[in-house]
């Protein structure tokens, strides 16, 4: 069984593949036009974009104190900021563009010494020129017509001092002052230099994060190399700064601690010394004891409450996290992963060796991670599963700071009442004996904080000293020989390939969304009903082709099968008449009628072909024209219209008075005759009943041709009188939906739907089994 349900599905893949491909084949000239509007656009722009040049430089960074798990992201912060970039666009004067003469591409190298700006020049286009008695005179170009001058003076001024004006700085080169042209230049708005600089810079970091490669592309590739050396030059400058920086300013707020705990601690000395000088008393040794066992009980209850707080605090910012939806994913938030870090060093745990395990766990997982990623993408399988293995050990991490909070709380809980015992005991000594030990607990507890902070002091001094990281350009930026975009035909080619495939993907989504009828398989598929035949699309250029001219002035040309004429639409017909004789499951058919879903399905015309086909062997057919509300047969047949079917069944005329004779042998045609109002109720009269009865006895075949489903049920009363139904559906433009909605009328009486014709088909949308030849 399951065999069966997978020959049916790799079936309908089948289908689905050959419906696209049909749809490609359709539609060939909108994937024409498409490819042509995406491929045009792209091979101009692609043939006239400049050449650039890329340049990389690579920077290493030697640690002696070992890796910080976040610098490196914090270094791709700094060096990816705008803040970095415009330090970079203003001291390398990249607002400042040079324009061609016309004939030879200049480049600031051979024209400038020097180029620098302010973060805000005065932007607009310059225009140097230069006169015989070496002088030069710059203008700010306003209009076509206006200019204003900036500066005057002579060559040799700008070419040995550089020239300072609005904002830029600019240094003429020794090679171009000797033998000046005039040249123009623009000077860019700042914004828009920065935004441009940023989007032409790249960076890498390797696996261990200490080298970092700095790429950059641009238009002129001596400027290409110098902007990346120079880039190279400002990021070492900026670390080493940074850093320098930083310790400068820990050692100035050291430094201010420890003097303001030094006379703190002065203080407290000089009121010892003193209250001693004024009492002749002093401690015995089991008093000191006390009072020195109660400084150290509150300095280490101290240093736990700032753990527990340290700790309560990261746990806090892992909350906030999970609250502001970054806590998703731990490739999601940088905050997240540098929490993370500062639990598991926090020096609390140095003694832990669970959590110990945890860090080097930590670390190892990380970067494994990032090297992954670096070379393919967070989407790597391999990338994910390390990520479900950093968020374990992130949970493990959690789970263990949460048992030491709680262990802290339960410690700080038994040093807080030892402290209460130690100053209860010492609250009950005589009153200057107590508050001698009140004095000399404070003066022990300033001293170690004096000795700590003087401690830490000195660390931050020797680390000013002493250099704890060396960054140095391991390998800068040569003037690239190539442009990175020399092939430009293999580029111009790839949008053609991409315009084509737009246009295969498009015309593939129209034929998604299209829900009309188009094949046999979509109506086996769709409406799971048989198709009886299939009509094809009808030019009547070609039935001139094949019938007699001087017939078609006497008949309508919609009667494409009035003679025997071997032509592709009569043959389709004669197969749709064998279908309907020979139907096993139904068996013999005297009486059917016809309906489709919607006007210009076809229905009345296929419904006249049919009727003569049936005639053509001798078959005594009778054609009733059942659409009582715009019957279109007496015109089809030239034949009145009056009276006819509707003047029957209201006992106006008799039956004889309606039966006209066509010019087919054995086809008889009543026609619709008068307009009444209510023709649905006449269809399912006792006349109707009476009309049956005699036609049957008289003809071997009753064809009614009833009004589209979505007009009237008049075809679904007529269905319940006759033997069989057959529904005309029109290929490509009857909707399935409604088909389906319409068919569901025939389910609720008591009617046979025979099956489909399908009309108005292409050779693409015939089945095999379906299609006529011409003879």
């Known amino acids: ?290 009072v020195n066992q109660l400084v150290v009980e509150e300095q280490q209850k101290r240093n736990l409450e700032t753990y527990r707080n340290t700790l309560k605090s990261l746990l806090s910012k892992l909350d906030d996290e999970l609250l502001s939806g970054n806590g998703s994913s731990i490739t999601a938030s940088d905050n997240r992963k540098y929490i993370f870090s500062q639990l598991a060093e926090h020096a609390y745990f140095d003694n832990n060796s669970t959590m110990l395990l945890y860090r080097q766990k930590l670390r190892d997982e990380t970067e494994s991670w990032r090297a992954i990623v670096a070379s393919s993408s967070e989407r790597n399988p391999r990338a994910i599963s390390i990520d479900l293995d950093i968020r374990q050990t992130q949970i493990q991490i959690e789970d263990l700071a949460s048992q030491e909070i709680s262990l802290l709380a339960g410690e700080i809980r038994r040093l807080s009442r030892k402290a209460q015992r130690l100053r209860y005991n010492i609250g009950r000594l005589p009153a200057q004996q107590q508050r001698l ?42 003037v690239p020989e190539l442009p990175k975009n020399l092939n430009k035909k293999t580029q111009a080619s790839m949008g053609g390939v991409f315009g084509l495939g737009l246009g295969v993907f498009f015309v593939i989504l129209l034929e998604f969304f299209d829900k009309s009828v188009k094949t046999v398989n979509d109506v086996k598929r769709f409406l799971k009903l048989p198709v009886m035949g299939t009509i094809p699309l009808l030019d009547f250029s070609d039935v001139f082709d094949f019938q007699d001219s001087e017939k078609l ?49 076809g229905k009345s015309f296929t419904t006249a072909n049919l009727a003569i086909t049936f005639a053509q062997l001798k078959t005594n057919t009778l054609l009733i024209d059942g659409d009582l509300r715009r019957g279109v047969l007496h015109n089809t047949f030239g034949l009145p219209k009056e009276p006819g079917f509707s003047n029957y069944l209201t006992r106006m005329v008799p039956l004889q008075s309606v039966l006209y004779e066509t010019h087919i042998p054995n086809l008889t045609l009543i026609t619709c005759g008068s307009l009444i109002p209510n023709p649905s109720e006449l269809l399912g009269s006792q006349q109707m009943r009476k009309f049956l009865d005699e036609v049957r006895r008289k003809y071997e075949l009753i064809i009614f041709d009833s009004p589209p489903l979505n007009a009237a049920t008049d075809a679904v009363v007529i269905g319940t009188q006759v033997d069989a139904a057959v529904m005309v559906i029109r290929a490509g433009k009857t909707n399935r939906e409604f088909a389906n909605q319409k068919l569901e009328l025939f389910a609720n009486v008591p009617a046979k739907v025979l099956g489909v014709i399908l009309n108005g088909t292409t050779s693409d949308m015939a089945h095999p089994g379906y299609s006529y030849y011409h003879y």
């Open 553 to 601: 002035k006497q008949i309508d040309q919609q009667l494409v099968t009035h003679d025997y004429s071997p032509t592709p639409i009569g043959e389709a017909y004669r197969s749709l008449r064998t279908n309907l004789l020979f139907s096993k499951e139904h068996g013999k058919i005297q009486s059917l009628v016809t309906t489709s879903t919607e006007p210009g399905d």
């Open 1 to 290: 069984m399951e065999s069966v349900f997978l020959d049916e599905e790799e079936f309908e893949e089948k289908i689905e593949i050959r419906r696209y491909f049909n749809a490609v084949v359709r539609r060939w000239w909108l994937v024409l036009i498409v490819t042509i509007a995406v491929t045009v656009p792209w091979v101009l722009y692609t043939l006239s974009k400049p050449l650039e040049y890329e340049a990389q430089a690579v920077v290493q960074f030697n640690s002696f104190e070992g890796n910080d798990p976040t610098l490196t992201e914090s270094r791709e912060t700094v060096l990816t900021s705008r803040s970095f970039a415009e330090k970079v666009v203003a001291q390398m004067g990249l607002s400042v563009d040079i324009e061609s003469d016309g004939q030879n591409q200049l480049s600031r190298r051979s024209l400038f010494s020097q180029v620098y700006t302010t973060q805000s020049p005065i932007p607009g286009k310059y225009f140097f020129e230069f006169n015989e008695n070496y002088s030069y005179k710059l203008s700010m170009l306003l209009d076509e017509d206006r200019k204003k001058n900036v500066s005057e003076g002579l060559i040799s001024e700008i070419s040995q001092k550089a020239l300072n004006v609005n904002g830029f700085s600019i240094q003429m080169a020794q090679n171009f002052s000797k033998n000046p042209q005039d040249l123009t230049f623009t000077v860019h708005p700042f914004r828009d230099a920065v935004k441009n600089f940023r989007s032409k810079t790249e960076t890498n970091w390797n696996r261990s994060g200490n080298l970092m490669t700095i790429t950059l592309t641009d238009e002129d590739p001596d400027l290409a190399a110098k902007m990346t050396n120079r880039l190279a030059e400002i990021f070492v400058e900026e670390s080493v700064s940074l850093k320098t920086s930083d310790i400068k300013r820990r050692s100035e707020l050291l430094e201010e601690q420890v003097n303001l705990a030094k006379s703190k601690l002065d203080e407290a000395d000089r009121a010892l010394k003193e209250f001693k000088e004024n009492n002749a008393i002093d401690l015995n040794a089991e008093q000191e004891t006390q």
């Open 437 to 478: 030990g009140e004095l000399t607990r404070d003066q022990q507890v300033l001293e170690k904080q004096y000795l700590d902070l003087l401690t830490q002091y000195r660390d931050a001094q020797i680390s000013k000293a002493v250099e704890s990281e060396e960054i140095v350009i391991l390998d800068p930026a040569i």
